[in-house]
T-cell receptor, first 114, second 111 residues
Framework: DGGITQSPKYLFRKEGQNVTLSCEQN?????MYWYRQDPGQGLRLIYY???????QKGDIAEGYSVSREKKESFPLTVTSAQKNPTAFYLC?????????????FGEGSRLTVL | RKEVEQDPGPFNVPEGATVAFNCTYS??????FFWYRQDCRKEPKLLMS???SGNEDGRFTAQLNRASQYISLLIRDSKLSDSATYLC????????????FGRGTSLIVHP
């Protein structure tokens, strides 16, 4: 079955530690996105990538980093510079290019900083 | 002004009621519009795309008003299972397709 897999589902980290969230898709989609969701809030865009080896900052990129070395994979690193990292992180993909298609989401990763 | 705005609610309605949500967007160059449904602590899932001519899927009707820059979602004959948060998504272009989410409208359908 095609889809997006995020891991881990739940993650706890201590302040000052970096953590990397995995996102893998087998939909052959060009575009991939990372969103952050806080309680009672909508999704805010962190980073997005339209093609391998290229990515752009979204609205709240500070304290985060990404890479896109393979079409299937778009990992997100939450660095110690992110002041308030506790949140629900969602990875999504879409066909990409000039097509404005449906977003497919992973099940999300819930990060808690202790 | 936020790029995509929704009334957070909650909208509290009895089973069988008709309920409507609106979503306004600020970028007149926006090109694509969607409604997603999100259940508590889950990922969003596509409910329906919104076309200029309007579209209907069973009990759900979505419409786009480009002149006033809003989209709407109408749910008829509400079911208990319709209880969720409904997210408006607007696609803008900055050289790339960038989907922007509203904060969502919470719907609670009670017996």
């Amino acid at each position: 079955d095609g889809g997006i897999t995020q891991s881990p589902k739940y993650l706890f980290r201590k302040e000052g530690q970096n953590v990397t969230l995995s996102c893998e898709q087998n939909l052959n989609h060009d575009a991939m996105y990372w969103y952050r969701q806080d309680p009672g809030q909508g999704l805010r865009l962190i980073y997005y990538s339209q093609i391998v080896n290229d990515f752009q900052k979204g609205d709240i990129a500070e304290g985060y980093s990404v890479s896109r070395e393979k079409k299937e994979s778009f990992p997100l690193t939450v660095t110690s510079a992110q002041k308030n990292p506790t949140a629900f992180y969602l990875c999504a993909s879409s066909i990409g290019g000039t097509r404005t298609g449906e977003l497919f989401f992973g099940e999300g990763s819930r990060l808690t900083v202790l | 002004r936020k790029e995509v705005e929704q009334d957070p609610g909650p909208f509290n309605v009895p089973e069988g009621a008709t309920v409507a949500f609106n979503c306004t967007y600020s970028n007149s160059a926006s090109q694509s519009f969607f409604w997603y449904r999100q259940d508590c602590r889950k990922e969003p899932k596509l409910l329906m795309s919104v076309y200029s001519s309007g579209n209907e899927d069973g009990r759900f009707t979505a419409q786009l008003n480009r002149a006033s820059q809003y989209i709407s979602l109408l749910i008829r004959d509400s079911k208990l299972s319709d209880s969720a948060t409904y997210l408006c998504v607007v696609g803008r272009r900055g050289g790339s397709y960038i989907p922007t989410f509203g904060r969502g409208t919470s719907l609670i359908v009670h017996p």
